[in-house]
């Protein structure tokens, strides 16, 4: 279970944002610190420019971290409506909220925008994000339990309650039997369940379950694991698949450093496709639908782009990714997931994050995902319809004065309530104070 054990507070179970290093707020953990930022800049969005103005108020208390940001937008084309036109973007302004437990409580809990959501080898949900369209972004729960033999985590992606969920499960059943050797009793099992109550595809909601077993056959001494395992799984009404793979690294090498290896091997029914609880899923499934947006600009129609279980035709993928952490101030997460078969179904997801442990004055970021692509060189293709991005870089350029710049790619409802969604361009650059207030 070695993604799972709480060997230091920075090395809490990597269970969607659990470890995600950009949720760190102060240089160390144990400060205790709290922060009130107020923002300047411009907001240009698409081809509409205007005055952004908010602030920002982020801090690490004994019990929680947090970070929480409103902003509004004026200029010449008036107010931006998606910032205040409903009640929940009240919530919206929550980035994330995060339950600090004594170090030896086993227990995670965070509340913002689901992100990077993830159960075992990525066969059911993989990199699950509600974020995907950024003005109608909703605000989740992830919250999980560590135990010697059991791991149990949760995840919704609205706090209504109303959408995606997922549960998972892992077990270690064979770890206290003594006259077995290490090697069965590092056997491990994993049981995940995800659904969408919206979709009514085939007459009721959209369901799909997993099912993974490894065993680790290194010495766990050694501080490593090396993990063949053996997935299945299917959705409801639907298909299914299976998949045999790898997983090797460290989940905690020198108290400083987590490292994965997986390479996993996918063969898919007619109607499944493996991880299609994803980053698009939001607004690629069977009710909501991404288009071609120079289709729609140029003559108004709505060309859908992307693929759906319903129009799956099965095939095969072969997976391979890297990870390589240092807990709180560097990150490297690169996925790719080539398809073979007659439709556009190869995926890429890539992390890099940068906080310098000697210059504090410095954060990078930069988060890219694409889906429809062909081949591993299609990666370097022009960005057009299936793909998200935010490049954000922050620099303190004197004392309390901090510059910042974000761009993000993301996806607006073609109208009001339409379940149609084209690529949305945002462009910010901000000046802002950073003003400690405890």
């Given at each position: ?11 809490f ?13 102060t240089a160390?953990?144990?400060s205790?610190?709290h922060f009130i ?6 907001s240009?969005?698409?081809?509409q420019l205007?005055?952004a103005?908010g602030?920002?108020?982020?801090g ?10 409103g ?19 009240g919530i919206?302004?929550?980035?994330f909220i ?15 925008g689901i992100s ?9 949900v ?5 974020i995907v ?18 791991q ?12 995606v ?6 077990l ?5 039997i ?7 009793q ?9 659904s ?11 369901t799909g379950?997993?099912t ?9 001494s050694?501080?490593?694991?090396f993990?063949?395992?053996f ?16 997983r ?16 996993t ?9 493996p991880g ?8 690629n499934?069977g009710?909501?639908r ?17 693929i ?10 072969l ?15 690169y ?7 007659t ?60 510059l910042?710049l974000?761009?993000?790619?993301t ?5 009001e ?5 084209i690529v949305?361009?945002?462009f ?11």
């Amino acid at each position: 279970m070695e993604a799972w054990i709480p060997l230091a507070h920075a090395q809490f179970p990597a269970f969607g944002s659990a470890d995600d290093p950009r949720e760190v707020i102060t240089a160390y953990w144990w400060s205790r610190e709290h922060f009130i930022i107020p923002q300047n800049g411009l907001s240009l969005i698409e081809r509409q420019l205007r005055i952004a103005i908010g602030v920002q108020a982020e801090g690490t208390a004994r019990s929680f971290i947090y970070r929480w940001k409103g902003i509004v937008r004026t200029g010449i084309f008036g107010f931006y409506r998606p910032d205040t036109d409903e009640w929940y973007d009240g919530i919206r302004t929550i980035r994330f909220i995060r339950y600090r437990p004594p170090e030896d409580v086993p227990f995670y809990l965070r509340i913002g925008g689901i992100s990077r959501m993830r159960f075992g080898s990525g066969h059911l949900v993989n990199f699950y994000s509600s974020i995907v369209s950024w003005d109608k972004r909703t605000i989740g729960i992830e919250t999980a339990f560590t135990y010697p033999e059991l791991q149990i985590g949760y995840f919704t992606d609205d706090l209504r309650v109303n959408r995606v969920m997922g549960l998972y499960l892992s077990l270690l059943p064979l770890a206290r039997i003594k006259p077995l050797s290490p090697l069965w009793q590092s056997l491990e099992i994993h049981f995940a369940s995800a659904s969408d109550r919206t979709s009514v595809g085939r007459g009721h909601r959209l369901t799909g379950y997993h099912t993974e077993a490894s065993i680790n056959l290194l010495d766990p001494s050694t501080g490593f694991f090396f993990r063949p395992y053996f997935s299945f799984a299917k959705f409801i009404s639907y298909g299914s698949g299976i998949a045999i793979g790898l997983r090797t690294g460290s989940a905690n090498l020198s108290d400083a450093v987590r490292l994965h290896l997986q390479l996993t091997l996918f063969y898919n029914s007619r109607y499944f496709i493996p991880g299609y609880f994803n980053t698009f899923y939001r607004i690629n499934n069977g009710v909501e639908r991404i288009i071609d947006a120079d289709t729609y600009i140029s003559h108004g129609r709505f060309r859908p782009i992307g693929i759906t279980l319903e129009e799956a035709r099965g095939g095969s993928d072969l997976l391979h990714e890297l990870r390589v952490l240092f807990f709180g101030r560097f990150e490297l997460w690169y996925q790719f997931k080539r398809h073979y078969g007659t439709q556009k179904l190869s995926s890429f997801h890539f992390f890099f994050f940068l906080y310098p442990r000697g210059d504090n004055r410095l954060r990078f970021e930069w988060n890219l995902h694409r889906t429809g692509l062909t081949s591993f060189l299609s990666i370097f293709s022009k960005l057009r319809n299936q793909h998200t991005l935010k490049f954000a870089i922050a620099y303190r350029y004197r004392g309390n004065l901090w510059l910042s710049l974000a761009t993000r790619y993301t996806y607006r409802p073609v109208q009001e309530n339409s379940r149609y969604f084209i690529v949305q361009r945002r462009f910010e650059p901000m000046v802002s104070l950073r003003i400690r207030f405890l």
